[in-house]
């Protein structure tokens, strides 16, 4: 019973440097989501995808995502800014509000 | 937009009742909903209720809806130290995805011994 996993679930990196932080699911769910969480702000979402394949609106800036098969949904920082300092969540769901996250990657930029 | 406020912190004696309360903006809502975040860990769903309900009880866990105020209520019946997480209440409007949810920013339950 995987669900959602993440990794990974620390890391620390300089500003300018890029990163991918992975997600993978095993439930078959088509919608798959990334947020972050900051003291004092709740979640926001950054990007999510309704199915493999599609990109459903504009990824924000700093970001890219992209969604080539079911089961992966992976968040690239292209060149780290110490305001992308953050919890990230990813979570997955079928056409419900019932959201399966992640353990969560903390992600430190210096 | 679609705006949910709770309080940040509760803090309650073990034993008691914890009230956690949001408010929302969105009229039309389908679902709302009630994570559970426990440290170092994910959102996990604790109960959900749907708009035309008033009420629904989960053993120690009862949520009442006024739709009429749009005030949601997560009530927790013999607070024990287990139940010390961040609270999220969400509600879903009519997107299917991600984007039709929308989250407070969570209460910070504190169980007192």
């Known amino acids: 019973n995987a669900g959602v996993t993440q990794t990974p679930k620390f890391h620390i990196l300089k500003t300018g440097q890029s990163m991918t932080l992975q997600c993978a699911q095993d439930?078959?769910?088509?919608?798959m989501s990334w947020y972050r969480q900051d003291p004092g702000m709740g979640l926001r979402l950054i990007y999510y995808s309704a199915a493999a394949g599609t990109t459903d609106k504009e990824v924000p800036n700093g970001y890219n995502v992209s969604r080539l098969n079911t089961e992966d949904f992976p968040l690239r920082l292209v060149s780290a800014a110490p305001s992308q300092t953050s919890v990230y969540l990813c979570?997955?769901?079928?056409?419900?509000?019932?959201?399966?996250f992640g353990e969560g990657s903390r992600l430190t930029v210096l | 937009g679609e705006d949910v406020e709770q309080s940040l912190f509760l803090s309650v004696r073990e034993g008691d009742s914890s009230v956690i309360n949001c408010t929302y903006t969105d009229s039309s809502s389908t679902y709302l909903y009630w994570y559970k975040q426990e440290p170092g860990a994910g959102l996990q769903l604790l109960t959900y209720i749907f708009s035309n309900m008033d009420m629904k009880q989960d053993q120690r866990l009862t949520v009442l809806l006024n739709k009429k105020d749009k005030h949601l209520s997560l009530r927790i019946a013999d607070t024990q130290t287990g139940d010390s997480a961040i609270y999220f209440c969400a509600e879903r409007g009519p997107g299917g995805g991600a984007d039709g949810l929308t989250f407070g920013k969570g209460t910070h339950l504190i169980i007192q011994p």
């Open positions: 439930m078959n769910h088509g919608y």
């Open positions: 979570a997955s769901n079928m056409n419900t509000g019932e959201l399966f």
